[in-house]
C-alpha cells in the first residue's frame, strides 16, 4: 500500500502539477491578451478609429470557440479576444486581405464592406475585391482604403483575382483606371503575372491622391511587399520623395502609364466591357476603378460655394500666409491643412466640423492639433456647419460658438455666427471630408 501511495505521489509530481502549472500560466496569459485588447479597443473608441475604413471581419459570437487562429493569422494585429470571443479591435490597421476567415475552423467570420454608420460611404465590394457587376473591382481610396501601404496590398490582391478569371477573346485582360499607390501595385502584379493591362490616369502624373498633397507634406506609411520590385522599405517620407520613389519604380520595371488619358464610359461587350477614354476605346475582360476619389469632390451645397477662393485642396500654406482660413473636415487631410496654414505667419485658422468629435484621425495628427489649439495657434468649432459664403465672411451654424469676446448659445438650438475678415483679409476656405 505505501509502496502504491508512494507511486501516486510520485506521478502526481511528475505529471500533475506540470499540467497545473502549464494551465495557470494559460490563464494569466489569456487574461493578460484580453486586458490588452479591451485597451486596445478602448483606445481606438476613445480615438474615434473603430470605424473600419475597408473590408473587414464581421465575427459572430454564437459560432466563434474562441480558437485563437484568426488572431494569429492577422498579420496587422487588428483581431483580439474579449471576454471569450474574437472581436475586431484595432480596425484602423485591418488590412481586408481576408486570412482571418481561412484560418477560422468554425465558419464565424465574414467579410464584408462598410458598417452601420459608414455603409453609404463606400461601394459593394466582395472578398475578392470584385464589385456586384462581376468584372469590375475596386481598389485603394474608392473602396475606402486610402492608406498607402493598404492600397498598395489590394491592388495586388485584386490582380490576383483577376488573373483567375477565364480571360475570354478580348485584347486586354484588365482596363486599370488611376496610378495611385493601388494602381501602380496593380499594373506591377498585371505585368508579373502576365496580364494584358493598361493603365489610364487622368491627370500628368502619377501618385493619385498623393500626388495632391501639400508641399513637403511628411507621408507615415509602412513596409510593404510590391509585386517585382520586392519590399518597399519606408517608415516616414515625404510627398516629394515618395513620388520619385514611384517613378523609379516605373521607369525600372517598364510599366506603361497613359497619362492624360480620362475613363469616360463603360459598357457591357459578353463577359467584358469596353472602355471609352478621352483618346479611345478598350474592350477587355474585366476593369479595376483605382482613381480614388478627388477627381470628383464633395460640395456642400450652399450659396457662395462656387467663389474662386472655396479650393479642395491645399497645395502650399504659404500662399495663404496672413490670411484667414476655414478648414472644413474632420480626417487627416483637414487637420492636416488647419495646423499647416496655423505654422504660417500672421494666419488665421478655423478648423469646423459637424460631428461632436474627430473619427478616423491619426493619433499624432490629434496630438498636433490638440498643440496648435493649447497654443491658440487655431480655433476648433465641433458640430457646426458651413451655411453661406460670402465675399468676405462664412455663416456657420453651430450650438454653441465663441469668437474673440462674442459668445452665443440659445437653449441648445443652431445658432448663425458670422466670421468676418479683419483688415479686409479675404477669408479662404478648404473642403475636406
Keep these: 500500500m505505501p509502496d502504491i501511495l508512494s507511486s501516486n505521489t510520485t506521478a502526481l509530481l511528475l505529471y500533475g502539477v506540470p499540467f497545473l502549472v502549464f494551465v495557470a500560466w494559460h490563464i494569466a496569459r489569456r487574461r493578460g491578451n484580453e486586458r490588452k485588447s479591451t485597451a486596445l479597443l478602448t483606445q481606438a473608441i476613445e480615438a474615434g478609429l473603430n470605424e473600419p475604413a475597408s473590408l473587414h471581419p464581421v465575427i459572430d459570437p454564437n459560432r466563434c470557440l474562441s480558437s485563437m487562429a484568426c488572431v494569429a493569422a492577422c498579420p496587422e494585429q487588428a483581431i483580439g479576444v474579449i471576454d471569450g470571443k474574437a472581436q475586431l479591435v484595432n480596425a484602423a490597421s485591418c488590412i481586408g486581405h481576408g486570412a482571418c476567415r481561412t484560418a477560422c475552423p468554425h465558419d464565424a467570420i465574414q467579410l464584408v464592406f462598410g458598417t452601420s454608420k459608414r455603409g453609404m460611404d463606400i461601394p459593394l465590394v466582395k472578398p475578392n475585391f470584385e464589385t456586384n457587376v462581376p468584372g469590375i473591382f475596386i481598389a485603394g481610396e474608392l473602396g475606402g482604403m486610402g492608406l498607402i501601404r493598404k492600397a498598395v496590398e489590394q491592388g495586388r490582391q485584386a490582380m490576383e483575382s483577376v488573373a483567375k478569371l477565364k480571360r475570354g477573346a478580348f485584347p486586354y485582360d484588365v482596363v486599370i483606371i488611376g496610378a495611385g499607390p493601388a494602381g501602380i501595385s496593380a499594373s506591377l502584379a498585371a505585368k508579373e503575372k502576365s496580364l494584358r493591362s493598361v493603365t489610364v490616369e487622368q491627370e500628368d502624373s502619377f501618385g493619385g491622391t498623393v500626388y495632391h ?162 497654443a491658440r495657434r487655431l480655433r476648433v468649432l465641433l458640430s457646426s456647419n458651413v451655411e453661406e459664403i460670402a465675399a468676405d465672411s462664412v455663416a456657420l451654424s453651430t450650438a454653441a460658438v465663441a469668437w474673440g469676446d462674442r459668445e452665443s448659445a440659445v437653449h441648445g438650438l443652431a445658432t448663425v455666427a458670422r466670421y468676418a475678415a479683419a483688415h479686409g483679409h479675404r477669408m479662404y476656405c478648404f473642403w475636406y471630408f
Design 213 to 374: 498633397y501639400p508641399r513637403n507634406k511628411v507621408v507615415m506609411t509602412a513596409p510593404v511587399q510590391l509585386p517585382i520590385v520586392g519590399k518597399m522599405k519606408f517608415g516616414e517620407v515625404s510627398k516629394e520623395r515618395l513620388l520619385e520613389f514611384w517613378k523609379d519604380v516605373v521607369k525600372r520595371t517598364g510599366i506603361k502609364i497613359n497619362f492624360f488619358e480620362r475613363m469616360e464610359t463603360v459598357k457591357p461587350d459578353g463577359q467584358g466591357f469596353v472602355v471609352r477614354t478621352s483618346r479611345q476605346e478598350y474592350r477587355t475582360r474585366s476593369i479595376l476603378l483605382a482613381m480614388g476619389r478627388r477627381g470628383t469632390p464633395r460640395k456642400l451645397g450652399v450659396r457662395g460655394e462656387e467663389q474662386p477662393k472655396v479650393v479642395y485642396r491645399l497645395v502650399d500654406p504659404e500662399q495663404y500666409r496672413g490670411q484667414h482660413v476655414l478648414v472644413v473636415g474632420g480626417g487627416d487631410s483637414a487637420l492636416e491643412a488647419a495646423i499647416d496654414c496655423a505654422d504660417e505667419s500672421g494666419t488665421t485658422v478655423t478648423l469646423s466640423y459637424r460631428s461632436e468629435a474627430f473619427s478616423r484621425v491619426k493619433p499624432k495628427n490629434r496630438e498636433r492639433l490638440q498643440r496648435a489649439e493649447a
